[in-house]
Nanobody
Framework: VQLQASGGGLVQAGGSLRLSCAASGRALSYYRMGWFRQAPGKEREIVAYISQSGGSTYYAESVKGRFAILRDNARNTVYLQMNSLKAEDMAVYYC????????????WGQGTQVTVSS
């Protein structure tokens, strides 16, 4: 599956952004989908993931209550709604797909930059 992330940009602290990850090549319903981020000088970290059906989600402690991961399998798209953005959320955000029978995220999008101004 090929992934295309979009929706990043510049936002003031406290603002909102919605990232999108559009998939092609295979139905997204075969995949657990995750959003990761990497800030300069830091390791990549998982932000959130959502199960194939959308019935189960996980959030990093740092984004709980502010971010929401959603999926629309009919549109082959996954979203990350980010509210109450903070300076520490500034990073390159990546979407990734983990095939249902795999233990790894094997497909990655190209990344989209989120910049938060204080």
């Amino acid at each position: 599956v090929q992934l295309q992330a979009s929706g990043g940009g510049l936002v003031q602290a406290g603002g909102s952004l919605r990232l999108s990850c559009a998939a092609s090549g295979r139905a997204l319903s075969y995949y657990r989908m995750g959003w990761f981020r990497q800030a300069p000088g830091k390791e990549r970290e998982i932000v959130a993931y959502i199960s194939q059906s959308g019935g189960s989600t996980y959030y990093a402690e740092s984004v709980k209550g502010r971010f929401a991961i959603l999926r629309d399998n009919a549109r082959n798209t996954v979203y990350l709604q980010m509210n109450s953005l903070k300076a520490e959320d500034m990073a390159v955000y990546y979407c990734a797909a983990r095939f249902f029978s795999s233990s790894d995220y094997g497909s990655w999008g190209q990344g989209t930059q989120v910049t938060v101004s204080s």
